[in-house]
């Protein structure tokens, strides 16, 4: 069984940054990967970005390019969301996901989720 444990969401100023962190256990982390997502008020999930456990390779949705940075420590089997230049508009709750056993890339589904963390940006 795997468990994912987000943290790190908050209140903080337009403009401002976060760093989301997602703690992966239950298994040793392969071909695997995870992925954050959010969903605002009113609003449906939305893909924010993938990490592959092997090697590293990311993927993010286009507007999210350039604004946040996923990245992965395999030692602590932890996965980070780096978002800076905060909006209003990244208002949301934040959720890590886990897909196993890599078929293609980047994921098409996910399998496990976190319980998410708040974020809430002020302007």
């Known amino acids: 069984q795997v468990q994912l444990v987000e943290s790190g969401g908050g209140l903080v100023q337009a403009g401002g940054s976060l760093r989301l962190s997602c703690v992966a256990s239950?298994?040793?982390?392969?071909?695997?990967?995870v992925g954050w997502f959010r969903q605002a008020p009113g609003k449906e999930r939305e893909f924010v970005a993938a990490i592959r456990w092997s090697g590293g390779s990311t993927y993010y949705e286009d507007s999210m390019k350039g604004r946040f940075t996923i990245s992965r420590d395999n030692a602590k089997n932890t996965v980070y969301l780096q978002m800076n230049s905060l909006k209003p508009d990244d208002t949301a709750v934040y959720y890590c996901a886990a897909r196993l056993f890599l078929i293609s890339w980047p994921p098409a589904r996910y399998d496990y989720w976190g319980q998410g963390t708040q974020v809430t940006v002020s302007s």
């Open positions: 239950g298994r040793t982390f392969s071909n695997d990967a």
